[in-house]
């Protein structure tokens, strides 16, 4: 069975660009989390989306925003990046919303210059 | 907001060598997960705990969920070159689906 697929792999942007970046969930998973990881840290919770609801927001700016589709795939956009918006952006499915386990992505890289 | 400490930091050993990391939390978390990742990839799962007090096995790694439910810690026995990478905890505060990981633990083996 397919994993967590996500893409691109890797995105290079400047800085006030628009990026959108696309996750596929393992099949029959219903939520999709999405995290930021910088380098040398752990990764920080953005967003959960369950049944195309969202369910849980972290700490971050409204430039972050997204979304779940009728097929639980999702997409997380953000606005007006910044340098500081280079990371490693993952996402995570689960098959409920809480407890549970959450499966990863290969990730996508994003570079702002 | 809620943080995980993770300790060591990192740690160098000798293949064959048994290693023991834990992790921490200022508040009761409800599931304690251990991910390993390796340079330019995801994270992926190699134990979950649900409950106080319980202790799992996944070949040579073992995790345990402390019955205070405010730490885990992961032991790998008889290290082998590929355990090399970094090992992250995770647990999810109260019933929510949030993941908040810790720093890593970087290990690194001699063979």
């Known amino acids: 069975d397919a994993g967590v697929t996500q893409s691109p792999t890797h995105l290079i942007k400047t800085r006030g660009q628009h990026v959108t970046l696309r996750c596929s969930p393992i099949s029959g998973h219903k939520s999709v989390s999405w995290y930021q990881q910088v380098l040398g840290q752990g990764p920080q919770f953005i967003f959960q989306y369950y049944e195309k609801e969202e369910r849980g927001r972290g700490n971050f700016p409204d430039r972050f925003s997204a979304r779940q589709f009728p097929n639980y795939s999702s997409e997380l956009n953000v606005n007006a990046l910044l340098l500081g918006d280079s990371a490693l952006y993952l996402c995570?499915?689960?098959?409920?919303?809480?407890?549970?386990?959450?499966?990863f992505g290969p990730g996508t890289r994003l570079t702002v210059l | 907001g809620q943080q995980l400490n993770q300790s060591p930091q990192s740690m160098f050993i000798q293949e064959g060598e048994d290693v023991s990391m834990n992790c921490t939390s200022s508040s009761i978390f409800n599931t304690w997960l251990w991910y390993k990742q390796d340079p330019g990839e995801g994270p992926v799962l190699l134990i979950a705990l649900y409950k106080a007090g319980e202790l799992t096995s996944n070949g040579r790694l073992t995790a345990q969920f402390g019955i205070t439910r405010k730490d885990s810690f992961l032991n790998i026995s008889a290290s082998i070159p590929s355990d090399v990478g970094i090992y992250f905890c995770?647990?999810?505060?109260?019933?929510?689906?949030?993941?908040?990981f810790g720093q890593g633990t970087t290990l690194q083996v001699k063979p």
């Open positions: 995770a647990g999810t505060p109260s019933n929510t689906g949030k993941l908040i």
């Open positions: 995570a499915s689960s098959l409920r919303l809480a407890p549970n386990e959450q499966f």
